[in-house]
C-alpha cells in the first residue's frame, strides 16, 4: 500500500487521486456485465459442529460492549492488517450465515460505507460481487469486484467467509469474517475489511475508518439477523 503521512504532500496526491481516471466508481466493465441481474446463491445450511475457542471473558466483554470492539488486526492466517471489529450477536451460527452470505444485501449494513453492492457473476462456488464504496469520510468513491468462496470451517466452532480482490480501481481488498459459534444461541462476528489504495494516505486514518466501516457493517449483521430470530419465535407461537 502507498502511505503517507498527514501533511501538504497527501492532501495534494489524494487531490490528483480525486481528479483522476482512477477514481471512475463505475466502470463500463462492469456496468455492462453479461452477469448483470445473475441470481442470489440459495442460502447456505452449515453442517459444521463444535464451539469457538474464544476465551470466555472476551465473550463477557462483548455482551457488554454494544458497539462492539474495534481497530486494526492482523486476521489469523493473515499477513496484512485490516480494520477490525468484533461483535456478538444474539443469533445462532446458522442465521448469522445466512446474513453473511447474503452479498447483494451488504449496501443495506452499511449505506454511508457501501453505495453499491451486486452479484455479477456466479460459477459452481465461486461468487462475483461488485462494489462501490465511499471512502475517506465520502471524498472519495471506490469500486472493487470481491469472489467469495464457499463459507469454510477456520478451526472447530469458526466459520469462515472471505471475499478477495479480482479487479477495482484500489491496489487491494478483501472482506473477511469469522463468525464464532459461542453457543445454541449466541454468535460473535469477527469482521475485517482490507482496502489498499493507489495514493498516499496517513495509515492511521485508514485504518480508522476501515474498522468503522466494518463495525457498523457488522451491527447492520447482528440487527438483520436478531430481527430473524424474533421473527421466528413470534411465527412459533401459538395463534
Request: hydrophobic content about 45%; aromatic content about 6%.
Amino acid at each position: 500500500m502507498k502511505v503517507a503521512h498527514a501533511g501538504a504532500g497527501a492532501t495534494f496526491f489524494l487531490g490528483i487521486a480525486m481528479l483522476s481516471p482512477v477514481a471512475s466508481a463505475d466502470p463500463p466493465a462492469i456496468r455492462h456485465c453479461k452477469h448483470d441481474g445473475v441470481t442470489a446463491p440459495a442460502a447456505p445450511t452449515w453442517t459444521g459442529t463444535g464451539t469457538s475457542a474464544m476465551p470466555r471473558d472476551a465473550v463477557e466483554a462483548l455482551r457488554a460492549a454494544v458497539d462492539g470492539v474495534r481497530g486494526a488486526a492482523v486476521p489469523p492466517g493473515k499477513t496484512k492488517r485490516y480494520g477490525h471489529a468484533d461483535l456478538l450477536v444474539h443469533a445462532p451460527l446458522d442465521v448469522v450465515l445466512l446474513q453473511a452470505t447474503a452479498y447483494g444485501q451488504y449496501k443495506d449494513l452499511n449505506p454511508w460505507r457501501f453505495k453499491t453492492s451486486r452479484i455479477v457473476a456466479k460459477e459452481k462456488e465461486q461468487t462475483d460481487v461488485y462494489f462501490q464504496v465511499s471512502a475517506l469520510k465520502g471524498l472519495v468513491t471506490l469500486w472493487e469486484v470481491l469472489r467469495f468462496g464457499p463459507p469454510v470451517q477456520r478451526e472447530p466452532g469458526v466459520v469462515r467467509i472471505e471475499g478477495t480482490f479480482v479487479r477495482g480501481n484500489v491496489e487491494d481488498a478483501s472482506i473477511l469474517l469469522d463468525l464464532h459459534r459461542i453457543d445454541d444461541a449466541t454468535t460473535v462476528i469477527s469482521a475485517n475489511l482490507l482496502t489498499e489504495l493507489e495514493f498516499p494516505v496517513p495509515a492511521e486514518e485508514l485504518e480508522r475508518e476501515l474498522s468503522n466501516s466494518v463495525g457498523d457493517a457488522a451491527k447492520g449483521m447482528r440487527d438483520k439477523s436478531e430481527a430473524m430470530v424474533r421473527a421466528r419465535l413470534e411465527a412459533a407461537k401459538p395463534h
